[in-house]
């Protein structure tokens, strides 16, 4: 079964330092998500993207935080600087098209601490 | 604002009884309506998701119960299972434009044998 995949799985890094995620979503999936989900909380919508161009990134907050997804394949979110209240999951989902259902990726657990 | 609030946070029930899980919305826009299961350290996996065409929709033991006027859905569990322990998330979307879900808070079930 084809899988989202996220890189790494965990990383710890200190407050104020760069932090960067990797995600590659399934084969021939145009439109890829990232969510972020605070421990016992449900996912929120980060940034979306169809194909190379964002959809919505009303929720990223882009003093800190940018997300790319340069040829319409992987995308890679990246923090800069990181902050404690950074600490999350972060996952990575994607669907074939705007109006598809969509499969999440294991998630990248950050610790800033 | 919560765009879909979830009910009970956590849920214990007996191997072999029936789990209920409830959810509400007010944006009346939201017409896909999934249902997903996440297990520690993992990402959301679709488990069952309904559309407001139809009132109830069934997947083997899972089962969605919709009702449209009330903004109401929920998701019952039949011969619960102590493999199905695990946290569920409601979550909604429109299907027009950008469809990005909107999830629940979560509820925690567990199983006990």
């Known amino acids: 079964e084809a899988e989202v995949a996220q890189s790494p799985r965990y990383k710890i890094t200190e407050k104020s330092q760069a932090v960067a995620f990797w995600c590659d979503p399934i084969?021939?999936?145009?439109?890829l998500y990232w969510y972020r989900q605070i421990l016992g909380q449900g996912p929120e919508l980060l940034v979306q993207?169809?194909?190379?161009?964002?959809?919505?990134d009303s929720q990223l907050p882009k003093d800190r935080f940018s997300a790319e997804r340069l040829k319409g394949v992987d995308s890679t979110l990246k923090i800069q600087p990181a902050e404690l209240g950074d600490s999350a999951m972060y996952l990575c989902?994607?669907?074939?098209?705007?109006?598809?259902?969509?499969?999440f990726g294991s998630g990248t657990r950050l610790t800033v601490v | 604002q919560q765009q879909v609030k979830q009910s009970p946070q956590s849920l214990i029930v007996q191997k072999g009884g029936i789990s209920i899980i409830n959810c509400a919305y007010e944006?009346?826009?939201?017409?896909?309506f999934p249902w997903y299961q996440q297990f520690p350290g993992k990402g959301p996996a679709l488990l069952i998701a309904?559309?407001?065409?139809?009132s109830e929709k069934e997947e083997g033991r899972f089962t969605i119960s919709f009702n449209k006027s009330a903004k109401q859905f929920s998701l019952h569990i039949m011969d619960s299972q102590p493999g199905d322990s695990a946290t569920y998330f409601c979550?909604?979307?429109?299907?027009?434009?950008?469809?990005?879900?909107?999830f629940g808070t979560g509820t925690r079930l567990t199983v006990i044998p």
């Open positions: 979550a909604a979307s429109g299907t027009t434009g950008a469809n990005n879900l909107f």
């Open positions: 993207f169809q194909d190379e161009s964002v959809v919505d």
């Open positions: 989902a994607s669907s074939p098209a705007l109006d598809d259902g969509y499969t």
């Open positions: 944006n009346t826009a939201f017409d896909y």
């Open positions: 309904i559309r407001p065409d139809v």
């Open positions: 084969s021939g999936h145009a439109t």
